[in-house]
């Protein structure tokens, strides 16, 4: 709510309080001689002998709403015998509400006519268009996710001809579950592989074979953990991607993995 | 002392025992002889014979099935067609007569001679092969035969490898002429298979798949390839292109094109060989088991049926192509990936290598009673080296020792010859050998050249 809207707001309740006495006061006094009439809102004519038809109240609540929202109008009329408000809405009671679906601003007029004269009040429902929503991206969630998934994860390592999962490799798959949940939760069209690789010594074609094992043994932990195995995929590429190429142990180590990369 | 002349006996029949294979294969001690003096061209043909005198002598000698006998012994007098051959007056020499050949110091059996000349635009080769134990020129005749090539160096070197291929059917060795390789090369930046001649010449690309490409087996009928594809995923919107997971392919040798085969749905499947029928593939596959295993298949991928059943790995089936009824196969049953047999049902399972170091790569010698394969045995893993086996008898043979990496022997038609990868540098490649191990001979140079399969080629 703005300032300019609680100044508004704050007007609308004094008018509604000086209203209240005005309604109340008449009513506890019948026999006596009325008052002298409320400290008239707009005119400071005198008052007539016959009573003018007088708006009290006409607000719209609230004022300014997204395209395609509602906004209630709320009125109070007295002295009238005849009330209408513009814009299709036609003939209404002295005291009512109205829901109305502008889809452009539009400015309600209430006219009010009874034998003394007759008042009108006009208030205004502002309609905004809502931003569009966020455009989908070409890339959108599933590159972030895609993203998130390749710096987030971590591999899961393997000793030689093995594709039993360390304690090492326990630790990794658990944290890559915690990062799986969370990027299918918020994704749901989100895949992922599990690729298994070997180092270069064993044979390629034993290599194929041992990279579906490893592949596979990381999904089955990660299914264990609560992590949607429909979602998972394996894939073995045997020693044919090898991300480090020296003959030694460090590199034939790095080699020897599970490793997630999005689906497609 | 005596210690030391026990160990000394031990080694010795050990290799006397060791060298038996290769030379049953190989018919070591009972080669026939033969002399191949260099063939001397007519006119402008003379040019040629440089490329003509090797090759015959090289195809010749390659074979392995004949004893050549050295230049340096040869007579001074050496004929060039029968019309030369004088036999000796009252003890004397009147020219080239059969017993120059036959006597000391050449001893020999045979004798290839000829001359080669330019015709009509044509290099024509008049080529003979006489076995010089015969009394006469007109019993000793085995071959007498007109080759015709183009009068250049292609053309010297055809006719001289048509003559030796004539040469060594007359000995029963089957010419590895016509026959083809196939392998898989990373050449162009993708492993692709690739084909070339027996000689390392016509290397030429089969397929185009821009992937992984891998694997390569043929049917003995020679009319079909199967090969492990990683299938290309085309790039989407914020995705690059990617692998999808392993499957065989088949195509037609002979159209070349990709034939129906319908693979399993598993994370794995891969071309481990046709049977003997040429109607049937054995394949390795996660399906239904959930870890590789081996099963046969139709050639189209149906009649899909398991023949392992254990929960280690199962890889490299090949069936023995004499019988069908049997084959070899790789298992981590029982440790590390080892070589065992069984019958094509998967009954009668029997390891033949000793349980050390890490096997792979079994092949089957035509003749269907011995193996090659790859072996660290004695040195650290991924040092393979080549062996063969006998299977009935379990005698090893070990044709490579050390000399860098050396993987997927893979048997000529011949049943002699074998070709095999080795990476002896930064590169892997294909080379041939004996299979006694010598003869070696590197066929590749470009980029990595690895699963090397020789066959018989359309002849």
Known sequence: ?264 | MKRTIFLLSTIFISDVSFAQISGDLMKQGGKPAIAVPDFRGAGGAQNLMNSFNSTLWGDLQNSGQLKMLPKTVYPLTIPQQPADFRPPLNGRSQGPWLSDWSGPPVNGNYLAFGYTATQNGQLALYGWLYDVKQANPSSAQLLAKVYVGSPDEAGAKKIAQEFAADILKLFGASSLMGSKIYFVSDRTGHKEIWSMNYDGSDQKEFTHYGTITTFPVVSQDGTKIAFTVYPMRPASPGHPATEGQPRIYVHSLETGRKLVYLNQEASMNAASDFMPDSRHLLIYSTASTGISQIFMTDVDGGGFHRITNTRSLEVEAKANPKTGTDMVFLSGRGGTPQIYRMNIDGTDVARLTTGEGDCANPSWNPNGQIIAFSWTRGFEPGNFNIFIMDIASGTLEQLTHGAGRNENPNWAPDGVHLVFSSKRGRTSQIFTMLADGSGLQQLTTQGNNEKPVWTKGTQ
């Open chain 1, 1 to 264: 709510m703005s300032a300019s809207d609680r100044l508004h707001a704050s007007k609308i309740a004094a008018t509604l309080l000086v209203l209240a006495i005005a309604v109340v006061a008449p009513g506890c006094k019948k026999k006596v001689p009325p008052p002298p009439p409320p400290p008239p809102t707009r005119d400071v004519a005198p008052a007539p002998t016959v009573a003018r038809a007088t708006v009290d109240s006409f607000t719209a609540e609230p004022s300014t709403i997204e395209k395609g929202q509602s906004s209630t109008l709320s009125w109070s009329i007295s002295n009238a015998t005849d009330m209408s408000i513009d814009n299709g809405i036609g003939a209404v009671q002295s005291r009512g509400q109205r829901q109305v679906f502008p889809t452009s601003s539009t400015t309600y007029t209430l006219t009010a006519n009874g034998p003394g004269g007759s008042d009108s009040r006009t208030v205004t429902v502002s309609v905004t268009t809502p931003p569009p929503p966020p455009p989908p991206a070409p890339t959108g969630p599933r590159l972030s996710s895609a993203e998130m998934l390749q710096q987030q994860s971590q591999d899961a390592f393997f000793d030689y001809d093995k594709s039993d999962i360390r304690a090492d490799a326990r630790d990794a798959l658990t944290r890559d579950a915690g990062l799986l949940k969370q990027i299918f939760a918020q994704d749901p069209n989100f895949t992922v592989v599990v690729e298994g690789h070997c180092d270069e010594r064993g044979s390629a074609e034993y290599n194929l074979a041992l990279g579906d094992k490893r592949a596979s043994a990381a999904k089955d932990f990660l299914v264990q953990l609560g992590v949607a195995g429909d979602r998972i995929k394996t894939i073995s590429y045997g020693k044919e991607r090898p991300q480090c190429t020296e003959a030694n142990e460090e590199c034939w180590q790095k080699n020897r993995r599970a490793h997630l990369s999005a689906g497609q």
